[in-house]
């Protein structure tokens, strides 16, 4: 496994779930030549032949060597599994948080459901060292393959990316700009409100200025301590 290495180009994404958002991020990721470990939860011989199949030259891995091996990190698992990460092992490491709420495939979860906070924050709180970022949750898994286009393309597609660690959204709007889209940088972590399910940003494909005119539209709806 390679050192963890702080760098704004990282060079090996982490990926948590190997489901359909976790194998087309890897297949994505692999396209855009990073090196790309997988992992579930359990046995990595378990998903040997799904990320074979799915993502042909990612590795299938512990989670622990997924998190360990990666220079940056996404949680693409069910977002009520979120307690079941390792605060430690994720601690000081980039961690792109790609989880919705999503009560009609999740089931209702009325503790989320009833705090005031986004998704992230919940997570984040979980996750106290995670420099934790908000980012592919708005784009279906199967647009990470339809969607993405070389730079500077007319229209091209943006996501947004919201996290309260500067640097981490750094390397975070570099991936994004890897895997083919704009990124559109939405400030803090709270931020990350204006991505979720129900919202403008979340049920529509935009490039940079539409994001950045929703995003600028929720903020004026957040506290002043968000904007
Ligand atoms: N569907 C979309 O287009 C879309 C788009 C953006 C974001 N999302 C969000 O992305 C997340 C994943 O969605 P999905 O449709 O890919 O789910 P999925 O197909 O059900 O896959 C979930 C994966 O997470 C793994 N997992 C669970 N707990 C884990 C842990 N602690 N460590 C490592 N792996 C773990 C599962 O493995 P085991 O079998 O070992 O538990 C499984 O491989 C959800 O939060 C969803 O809301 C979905």
């Not at 693409?76 to 490491?93: E, M, N, V, W």
């Given at each position: 496994m390679?050192?963890?290495?702080?760098?704004?180009?990282?060079?090996?994404?982490?990926?948590?779930?190997?489901?359909?958002?976790?194998?087309?991020?890897?297949?994505?990721?692999?396209?855009?030549?990073?090196?790309?470990?997988?992992?579930?939860?359990?046995?990595?011989?378990?998903?040997?032949?799904?990320?074979?199949?799915?993502?042909?030259?990612?590795?299938?891995?512990?989670?622990?060597d997924?998190v360990r091996g990666?220079?940056?990190?996404?949680?693409?698992?069910?977002?009520?599994?979120?307690?079941?990460?390792?605060?430690?092992?994720?601690?000081?490491?980039?961690?792109?948080?790609?989880?919705?709420?999503?009560?009609?495939?999740?089931?209702?979860?009325?503790?989320?459901?009833?705090?005031?906070?986004?998704?992230?924050?919940?997570?984040?709180?979980?996750?106290?060292?995670?420099?934790?970022?908000?980012?592919?949750?708005?784009?279906?898994?199967?647009?990470?393959?339809?969607?993405?286009?070389?730079?500077?393309?007319?229209?091209?597609?943006?996501?947004?990316?919201?996290?309260?660690?500067?640097?981490?959204?750094?390397?975070?709007?570099?991936?994004?700009?890897?895997?083919?889209?704009?990124?559109?940088?939405?400030?803090?972590?709270?931020?990350?409100?204006?991505?979720?399910?129900?919202?403008?940003?979340?049920?529509?494909?935009?490039?940079?200025?539409?994001?950045?005119?929703?995003?600028?539209?929720?903020?004026?709806?957040?506290?002043?301590?968000?904007?």
């Amino acid at each position: 496994m390679s050192a963890p290495v702080e760098s704004t180009s990282p060079t090996t994404v982490g990926v948590l779930g190997a489901g359909r958002v976790g194998t087309a991020v890897a297949r994505q990721a692999l396209r855009a030549g990073y090196r790309v470990l997988v992992a579930a939860s359990g046995d990595p011989a378990d998903i040997a032949l799904i990320v074979e199949v799915m993502a042909p030259g990612a590795l299938a891995v512990t989670a622990a060597d997924a998190v360990r091996g990666a220079d940056v990190i996404i949680l693409s698992i069910p977002l009520r599994k979120f307690d079941t990460l390792d605060p430690d092992a994720l601690a000081g490491r980039v961690v792109v948080d790609a989880m919705n709420y999503w009560a009609e495939t999740d089931g209702a979860m009325p503790a989320l459901h009833d705090d005031a906070r986004s998704t992230s924050e919940i997570v984040q709180a979980f996750l106290p060292g995670a420099r934790l970022v908000k980012t592919l949750n708005h784009i279906g898994y199967h647009e990470l393959e339809t969607d993405h286009s070389p730079a500077g393309t007319p229209g091209r597609r943006a996501l947004a990316v919201a996290g309260d660690d500067a640097d981490a959204r750094a390397v975070v709007l570099d991936l994004i700009e890897r895997l083919g889209f704009d990124g559109v940088d939405a400030g803090p972590l709270a931020a990350g409100a204006a991505l979720e399910p129900g919202t403008a940003i979340f049920n529509g494909r935009h490039d940079r200025t539409g994001i950045e005119a929703l995003l600028a539209r929720a903020a004026e709806q957040l506290s002043p301590a968000v904007r």
